[in-house]
């Protein structure tokens, strides 16, 4: 079956640790995205990349990294200078630019900062 | 920048009425996509609006768009209990990077 997975569906964090959230893809899509949602708001983009081995900021990139080595997977490491990285992490993905394709969303993962 | 607002936020209503879910947006855009979110769930895409005057429908949902007016609906016929969800517009950028500007969501109860 095609689709997007993220891993882990939950995650518990301690304060000034680093964490990685995975996103791998089947659909052969060349974009990707992140999105963090908080409870009662819109969706709000993290990073994104269009290709291989080149990603863009977003609206609230501090405090994220992101890689982008494979087509398929583009991990998410929330860092400790994240304030506030209790939130909904949402991974996304579509055939890229000149597509007027939808994105389509993986299943998400909770982030919960103990 | 790009700002996308939706109302209402907050949608209570009857099985069996009808109702509107409007999304504003604030520059010029190709495409407009409505999604819906169940709680605890990711997002499911229901509709991708590409053109001015574009009307599709799914069921009892139906949504149009004025691209002149940066206006979208989402309209709900003789709603169901199965309807209840929270519904979300997004609106591409210009610019071909192919980023999402979502609404904050309309959260839709429907009461037997």
């Known amino acids: 079956d095609g689709g997007i997975t993220q891993s882990p569906k939950y995650l518990f964090r301690k304060e000034g640790q680093n964490v990685t959230l995975s996103c791998e893809q089947n659909l052969n899509h060349d974009a990707m995205y992140w999105y963090r949602q908080d409870p009662g708001q819109g969706l709000r983009l993290i990073y994104y990349?269009?290709?291989?081995?080149?990603?863009q900021k977003g609206d609230i990139a501090e405090g994220y990294s992101v890689s982008r080595e494979k087509k398929e997977s583009f991990p998410l490491t929330v860092t400790s200078a994240q304030k506030n990285p209790t939130a909904f992490y949402l991974c996304?993905?579509?055939?890229?630019?000149?597509?007027?394709?939808?994105?389509?969303f993986g299943p998400g993962t909770r982030l919960t900062v103990l | 920048e790009l700002k996308v607002e939706q109302n209402p936020l907050f949608l209570s209503m009857q099985e069996g009425k009808n109702y509107t879910i409007y999304c504003n947006y604030s520059t010029t855009s190709d495409r407009l996509y409505w999604y819906r979110q169940d709680p605890g769930k990711s997002l499911e895409s229901l509709f991708v609006l590409l053109s001015n005057g574009a009307v599709k429908q799914e069921g009892r949902l139906m949504a149009s768009l004025d691209t002149k007016a940066r206006l979208s609906t989402l309209h709900i016929t003789a709603a169901v209990h199965d309807l209840s969800a929270t519904y979300f517009c997004?609106?591409?950028?210009?610019?071909?990077?192919?980023?999402?500007?979502f609404g904050k969501g309309t959260k839709l109860t429907v009461n037997p």
């Open positions: 990349s269009q290709i291989v081995n080149d990603f």
């Open positions: 996304a993905s579509n055939l890229g630019r000149s597509s007027y394709n939808e994105q389509f």
């Open positions: 997004a609106v591409v950028t210009q610019g071909g990077s192919e980023k999402l500007v």
